[in-house]
């Protein structure tokens, strides 16, 4: 049981970094990406630097709030098991 929290956690771990990754931001939705070579065109267009960054903080939020909740929920139910016993 400890390896697979373990592990999990780790994966998660990892899956956070690489989602933050510079290699992250070439995946961009399809109106994201269509709006920046809009833009590029344009030459009265908006700077556009910040836009990767938006999406990669857009990115990261759910899974840190879904790492916090399995934190969250191991702790507390190791310590019901602790009780238990």
């Known amino acids: 049981m400890k ?3 373990v592990f999990t956690l780790w994966l998660l771990l990892f899956t956070t970094l690489r989602s933050v990754a510079p290699t992250a ?3 961009q939705c399809t ?3 269509t709006q920046v070579e809009a833009s590029r065109s344009d030459k009265d267009g908006y700077d556009t630097s910040g836009l990767n960054k938006g999406i990669l903080y857009l990115m ?3 899974y840190l709030l879904i790492g ?3 934190f969250w ?3 507390n139910n190791k310590k ?3 009780a238990q016993r």
């Open 60 to 62: 990261t939020i759910p």
């Open 73 to 75: 929920w191991y702790r």
């Open 80 to 82: 019901k098991k602790l």
């Open 68 to 70: 916090t909740v399995g």
């Open 25 to 27: 931001a070439q995946a």
């Open 31 to 33: 109106m994201c990406k």
């Open 3 to 5: 390896k697979l929290v």
